[in-house]
T-cell receptor
Framework: DSGVTQTPKHLITATGQRVTLRCSPR?????VYWYQQSLDQGLQFLIH???????AKGNILERFSAQQFPDLHSELNLSSLELGDSALYFC????????????FGEGSRLTVL | GESVGLHLPTLSVQEGDNSIINCAYSNSASDYFIWYKQESGKGPQFIID?????DKRQGQRVTVLLNKTVKHLSLQIAATQPGDSAVYFC????????????FGTGTRLLVSP
C-alpha cells in the first residue's frame, strides 16, 4: 500500500459527460502528480501541484483541469469526454518537488462509451 | 491499475535466470533516472534510482546501469522469480523550464516457473 488513495477505482460514463477523479496523497506529502495511462501512449504526465499551486503542466488537454485543495487532496476534472479519454488515471505524491521517489495510487479506470 | 493490454515489448525468461531490461532515454541533460515496476492491477512502484554522476547502482537483486554516452539505461534482475513478472518502466527527470518525470514505453517481463 503506497498510502495514496484514488477514487473512484472504476468509472463508466458517456461521451460529452464530465467526471471528477479524486486523489488523497500520502500523509505529509505536498506534491501531487497526475498521469494518464492509455493503451498506446504509456504513462503520460498531465500536471503537478505543490502545496496548492500548479508547478508543471504536461500534455493535458484544455478539457481537463485539476486543483489541489488546502488539505492537499487533489481533483482531476475531465469534461466533454471523448472515447479516446478512456484510460487509467494515476495520481502520485511525493514529499517535495521532483528528485525524490513518487508514490503512486492504484489508479482510476475511466471508460467512456 | 492493470497494464495488461498495453502494446509493449516483452521479455520472457525462466525462473532463476538473470533478466536485463533496456531503456533509451531522450534528453542528454537529464540527471536523474528511476525504474518503476507495475504489477497487474496496481500503480507503478519505485524499484531503484540513479543520478547522472553514477554509472552503476545496486539494490537487492537489482542493478541499474547508466551509459550517458549513448543515453542508455538498463535494469538487471538477478535470479528472476515469478513475482518479478510485471511491466517495467524507466523514467527520467526532464528540465524544460520546469521539471517533469517522463516515463519510457515500458517492457513486459514474463517469468515462467
Amino acid at each position: 500500500d503506497s498510502g495514496v488513495t484514488q477514487t473512484p477505482k472504476h468509472l463508466i460514463t458517456a461521451t460529452g459527460q464530465r467526471v471528477t477523479l479524486r486523489c488523497s496523497p500520502r500523509s505529509g506529502d505536498l506534491s501531487v502528480y497526475w498521469y494518464q495511462q492509455s493503451l498506446d501512449q504509456g504513462l503520460q504526465f498531465l500536471i503537478h501541484y505543490y502545496n496548492g499551486e500548479e508547478r508543471a503542466k504536461g500534455n493535458i488537454l484544455e478539457r481537463f483541469s485539476a486543483q489541489q485543495f488546502p488539505d492537499l487532496h487533489s481533483e482531476l476534472n475531465l469534461s466533454s469526454l471523448e472515447l479516446g479519454d478512456s484510460a487509467l488515471y494515476f495520481c502520485a505524491s511525493s514529499s517535495g518537488t521532483l528528485g525524490g521517489e513518487l508514490f503512486f495510487g492504484e489508479g482510476s479506470r475511466l471508460t467512456v462509451l | 491499475g492493470e497494464s495488461v493490454g498495453l502494446h509493449l515489448p516483452t521479455l520472457s525468461v525462466q525462473e532463476g535466470d538473470n533478466s536485463i531490461i533496456n531503456c533509451a532515454y531522450s534528453n542528454s541533460a537529464s540527471d536523474y533516472f528511476i525504474w518503476y515496476k507495475q504489477e497487474s492491477g496496481k500503480g507503478p512502484q519505485f524499484i531503484i534510482d540513479i543520478r547522472s554522476n553514477m554509472d552503476k547502482r545496486q539494490g537487492q537483486r537489482v542493478t541499474v546501469l547508466l551509459n550517458k554516452t549513448v543515453k542508455h539505461l538498463s535494469l538487471q534482475i538477478a535470479a528472476t522469480q515469478p513475482g518479478d513478472s510485471a511491466v517495467y518502466f524507466c523514467a527520467e527527470i526532464v528540465n524544460t523550464g520546469f521539471q517533469k518525470l517522463v516515463f519510457g514505453t515500458g517492457t513486459r517481463l514474463l517469468v515462467s516457473p
